[in-house]
Structure formats: C-alpha cells, structure tokens
C-alpha cells in the first residue's frame, strides 16, 4: 500500500464464539480437515495473544471425515506445562495394526506414533489395560477399530495423546455396579493434554472414561457414552487444579456419572445430549454433578428424560445457561458464585439446544472416512530442512521444483527451523502447499526484513509494497498449514526511509486455504488480493494469528478470517494506534469477514480502529467492504471504529458489525453500522466461498 498510510491509530483483543452463531455460517463451510477450533484458543503466546487451535467443532462436522493430522479444541488445546497444545503423534510414523501385540508395541513406544486400528482387536486377559506412553494418536481406520474386552491406561505425565474413532466394548463382567473389575474403556492418572474424539464407548465393566488425580487439559468431543453403569467420572482428589472441556457428547442410557466432576478448576459443558430412554432396564440416578469444589459453566445442552439433570454441592460452583430440559424431573441446579469465562482460554460456538439432539445423533461416534484421510498422501511431497536431511534446504529450491502447469498438488513438508528467505510460487504453479513438519506453528518460520521503500540489489528501484512479501502466493489452490511467516523490517531503525509498509504473506489467486498459521508483521503483515481487478480471488483462513498494527489486513480479495486471533501491536516507538483493515474491494465483489475470531493485543484502549477504505491508485469505483460478526473485540477497539481514508469517506463504503462483544463491541449508531438479521443471513462464510469447500491437502 502507499507511503500515506503510515500514520497509526488504536487497539483491540480475543477470540469469539457468541452464545447463538448462525447455523447457515457452519453447515455452509464443511471443511475436510474438522475444526474441532480451533482452534480452541491456548495460553498467552509471546506477542500477548491468546492463540487458537483448531477452533470450534462446527454443526458440519456431522458431514466432515475424521483424519488424523488434527490437533484439538477446549482445553486439550491451551498451552501449559511445557505442551503445545494436543497433536498426538503428529509428525511421528504412521503404523496400522491388526493385533494386541503391535497395537500395545506401538502405543508403548516412546517414539510418536499415529497408530491406525484397522481391526477388532480383543484384549488378553479380559480387562487388559494398555499404558499408553506420551505423543500418541490412537486412531479407527473407519468403523473397523474396535478395542475388545479392555481399554486403555494413561499414567502419571503421560502427555499430547489423542483417541479418535475408536468403538471400546465389551469388558463387562456380569455385574451391574462392579466393584471388583476396574475395567475402563480410558482411564487417566495424573496425565495431561489429551484428546478423546469421536469414539463410542459402551458396556464395560466399570467407567467408561475415568479421568482421575488431577489430569487436565483434557477435551472429551463428540463421542457416544452408552448403556453402562458409570459413564464418566472426574476427581479422585483434593485438589482444584483440573481444565475440561466436555462438549457434543451423547450420554446414552448411562446411569450415573453423566459426569460426575469433583474438584475440577474449570469444566466446562456445552452442547451435549443427556437421554434415558423410558421404559428399560436403565434409570439415570443424575445428569452433570459439580462436586467438591468444582466451577462449572453448562451451556445449550439437551437433557432428555434424566432424573435430576444438573446437581451441585453447596460447595461447587454452577452456572448453568441456554440447556433444554425434556420430561426430566428432580434436581436442576445452579448459582453459587460467578464462574469462569471460557472463552478467555479458547475459542468455540455453540449450537442452539434445540438442535443437539439431531447434531450429536448424526455427528458423534466413529467416521466411516478416516482410513484414506489418515493413510493416503494428497499428492507429490517434497521435503525441506535446513540441515540438509530434506530433498532441498531452502523453501524456494523446493518450489522451484514444482512443475509449471501442475494440476495435482504437491506438499511441500518443512522441517521445524527459521528460513531465512523469499518465497514465491508463480501463477504457473497451482495447488502448492506449504506445510510445517513441528509440533507447532512456531517450530517453522518463514522469515525475511524487505519493505516498499528496500532497495533491490541489482538497483533497479526499492520493491514495493507487495514486492516486499516473506512469502509470495500467486497459483490458484495456494495452501498454507502449521507454520510462521513473517516480516521483521525494523522500522526503528529506518526512520530515514520512504515505505516503511512490509508484507509477510501477499496471495494474489483464487481458492487460497490458510490453516493454523501465523502471520507477523507492522504495516501491511498481511496482502490478501486477486491476480486482477476483474478476477476473483476466495481465501479462507482459520485458527491462525495475524498480527501488526496499521492496515495489517488488506487488498481486494474476498477473504474469510474464521475462528482465528487477530493480535493488535504497538508501533515501532511503543505508541498504540493503528488500523485492522483495509479493503480496496471491487464493486459487486464480497470484501473481508472476520467471523468468530477475537481481536486484542497489548495496546491502550480505543486506540485501533477496526477498518478503513482503500480505494488503491484513487479508484473511486472500488467499493471496500469489511464485516466482523459473531467476534470478539478487546477495549483496544474505538468506540466508533471506523475513519476516512485518502479523501475517500468509510460511510460511502461497506464497513458492518453483527452480534460482537466484549468491552470493545458497540450498539448500532451512525458512527457504527450493525447489521439485521435478515442482512446478516447474507453475510455469512458461505457467502464469501461461493460454493468452494476448502479442504486439506
């Protein structure tokens, strides 16, 4: 962008997930890779921010395969005690098993495995526990993984495991209320970052899961607990230390821990579905229970026909919103204090009640898609590592690689390191991934310090603000995945220079897909644009970071930033002001959609102003447009906030809010325009796709 965009204004914050997103947003978009949301958001990263993973599970993911490269969402997703949120054996072999012998081989490795179960393997002796050792995925191929007869054991430290799409049957023992056989589908002793996905558990001679002695960090999703005694029990200690997310589980025909949480810090309960059917053998004793010293949030779930849906102990702490409660009876509990706000730890939706019980139904259990998500390549690889085990040791030597004309995709695997480079991946070059290999976004960086006014080293000029891209993305089907791209131009030090702006990732193509990535920056970090005024160009981002501080989001494109962390920084001499946008959209063309993302940062209040009309080269035809629904807006956010921009007036222009909060959201006025329900149903990301499914390579 121009050297008159230079000036800085004003600040925002955090992620977002309003109590009643729209359905249409998320049925629309059923992304391959699910969003289990995250990008749930994790701890505090070094720039301040909170940081997404892999978002929230939308209603879609009913329709989405199940793969086993994902990482998780709640708690399981937040980065403490030295773990980068939950990934399992990501970026370990990849085995399939058949038998106990290799099944237990590789789970107790103390290498990082993703294990495929590609069979019904029976447990010897019956009620066999396997110890499953740290960076595990655990995985169904299918509907074919079954665990007979037994279940699996995670001990003391035992951390980073996930398992999905697993059924886990069959050890009971011929006693309804056993005592003797303590014979779990999953128990868990003291470990930590775990990710239980998508499996069905039913009739064992104990729990069904059993999380035990201070475990934490630990996400249960979209599972089927059924016809079994005790379902789900969480204590076993004195201590409040534990964080829990529970959400879009069907506790079916259980008849007590539904669950039971004792002494848990933070449990956290959406979105799930509570029946006992009339009529059988089976009679629920209580629905979700507080205990101890429990603090409890219950949200938009279903109970259907349970005695005493939602207990609590005088002691606990229960807050309890937006549930239905159909033919229950007995105790329904809250109050006792103010509880916790979850998304202050991650992002996440939730679904209306109403709808659970169809979502939970047609979503949970195992996958029928996992095997060929999990196990079959997209495409060509090409390997990177800066220490010369890869095919290539920069980024671009790869790309270059590339055949022109390509029309299947190529992964291009980046091993964990700084890269120090310029990346481009010419028009010629379609479906290029470029992929991190490390456990996080941050193990693989691709970095560079041009600006508009750097000078070129032939001497030819200075680049330009989009020549001073990190990374340079023009072939349509461009994808980027776990990694950083960046620009660290110092402007401290170049206050002497004419075009401070300096881009980290400029797309100019059609059907880009940016997922779980960082983009850092000041002015300019992020150039989303199309390879002409007259040709489109979709982009769909989501659980990433983009950081900067003046028109850090800009260009024509029309762009999704979804369930993501848009992260406001202060200028290069610690003054706070600054723009998050600036579109220079085509008239009859979707602009910019920030939707259930947060928007902070380290920065004063009503500092930042949240966008503002670029009509590039004066184009008066241009028509910018950027909408921020269904967010999260930090006190950085001005109370009115949006400005003028070149002579150009932002009310000429397409500037709307729908159905923000926190401190920096505002009501509707002059000054900031909301948009109606009915306007707001044709604002959507489905909208902005216009018909493209973004899938992972």
Do not use: C
């Amino acid at each position: 962008m121009t050297a008159e965009r230079r000036t800085a204004q004003h600040t925002p914050h955090r992620p977002a997930g309003s109590s009643h997103r729209s359905r249409r947003t998320r049925l629309g978009v059923a992304i391959a890779v699910s969003t289990a949301l995250a990008a749930g958001f994790a701890a505090t990263a070094a720039n301040g921010a909170t940081e997404p993973r892999n978002g929230p599970y939308p209603a879609s993911s009913a329709a989405s395969p199940v793969r086993a490269d994902e990482a998780a969402d709640g708690f399981a997703s937040v980065d403490a005690l030295g773990q980068d949120g939950t990934y399992g054996g990501r970026g370990g072999e990849t085995v399939t098993v058949r038998t106990l012998a290799d099944l237990e081989k590789y789970a107790t490795a103390a290498e990082p495995y993703v294990i495929v179960v590609a069979a019904a393997i029976t447990m010897d002796p019956k009620g066999k526990e396997i110890k499953v050792a740290s960076d595990k995925t655990i995985i169904g191929s299918g509907t074919s993984g079954h665990i007979v007869g037994g279940g699996f054991f995670l001990g003391q430290g035992v951390h980073n495991v996930i398992i999905r799409n697993l059924t886990i049957r069959d050890s009971y023992a011929g006693t309804w209320n056993d005592k003797e056989h303590d014979w779990d589908a999953i128990q868990m002793d003291g470990a930590h970052h775990v990710w239980i996905d998508h499996n069905d558990l039913r009739n064992m001679a104990d729990g069904l899961i059993d999380s035990r002695k201070d475990t934490t960090y630990l996400t249960v999703s979209w599972n089927r607990l059924q016809h079994d005694n005790k379902a789900f029990g969480i204590g076993w200690t004195e201590n409040t230390t534990a964080d829990l997310t529970i959400h879009h589980n069907w506790f079916h025909e259980t008849e007590q821990r539904n669950p039971s949480t004792d002494n848990v810090a933070h449990a956290h309960l959406y979105n799930n579905f509570l029946q006992d059917d009339p009529g059988t053998d089976i009679t629920s004793s209580y629905g979700n229970y507080a205990r101890g010293h429990t603090n409890m949030v219950l949200e938009n779930s279903y109970f259907d026909g349970l005695n005493n849906p939602v207990t609590r102990d005088s002691t606990a702490t229960l807050v309890q919103r937006g549930s239905i409660f159909a033919r229950t009876s007995g105790r329904n509990e809250s109050g006792g204090g103010t509880s916790f706000d979850p998304h202050s730890y991650y992002a996440y939706t939730l679904d209306d009640a109403a709808d659970v019980p169809a979502l939970v139904k047609a979503g949970s259990g195992p996958r029928s898609s996992i095997a060929a998500a999990s196990t079959t390549a997209a495409a060509t690889t090409l390997t990177v590592a800066k220490d010369g085990s890869g095919q290539y040791s920069s980024v671009q030597a790869a790309v270059n690689a590339v055949p022109a004309g390509n029309t299947a995709r190529t992964v291009i695997a980046i091993a964990p390191g700084t890269y120090r480079e310029l990346v481009k991946i010419p028009s010629t070059k379609q479906n290029v991934t470029l992929q991190g290999t490390g456990p996080s976004r941050k193990s693989t960086v691709i970095v560079y310090d041009n600006a508009s006014g750097t000078q070129k080293p032939d001497g030819s000029g200075t680049y330009g603000t989009g020549g001073s891209a990190t990374v340079a993305a023009e072939g349509d089907g461009f994808q980027a995945r776990n990694l950083t791209i960046a620009n660290d131009f110092d402007e401290a030090a170049h206050q002497d220079m004419s075009g401070l702006q300096a881009v980290a990732l400029r797309t100019a193509a059609d059907k880009v897909f940016l997922d779980s990535i960082i983009t850092e920056g000041d002015q300019d970090t992020l150039l989303l644009d199309t390879a002409a005024k007259d040709r489109l160009g979709r982009v769909y981002m989501k659980n990433s970071y983009v950081v900067g501080n003046v028109d850090f989001i800009f260009g024509r494109a029309s762009a999704v930033i979804d369930a993501s962390v848009i992260t406001l920084k202060k200028r290069w001499n610690g003054s706070s002001a600054g723009y998050v946008t600036a579109p220079s959209t085509a008239a009859g063309r979707k602009g910019f959609l920030i939707n259930n993302s947060t928007v902070n940062g380290d920065v004063s209040a009503s500092t930042f102003y949240l966008g503002r009309p670029w009509h590039a080269g004066g184009d008066a035809t241009l028509d910018p447009m950027t909408t921020v629904r269904d967010s999260t807006l930090s006190a950085a956010i001005r109370p009115a906030p949006w400005t003028d921009m070149s002579g150009f007036s932002w009310k000429d222009d397409r500037f709307a809010e729908y159905r923000n909060d926190g401190p920096g959201a505002g009501t509707a006025s002059g000054d900031r325009p909301q948009l109606s329900d009915t306007g707001a149903a044709g604002q959507e990301v489905a909208d902005w796709l216009e018909g493209w499914t973004p899938s992972a390579s």
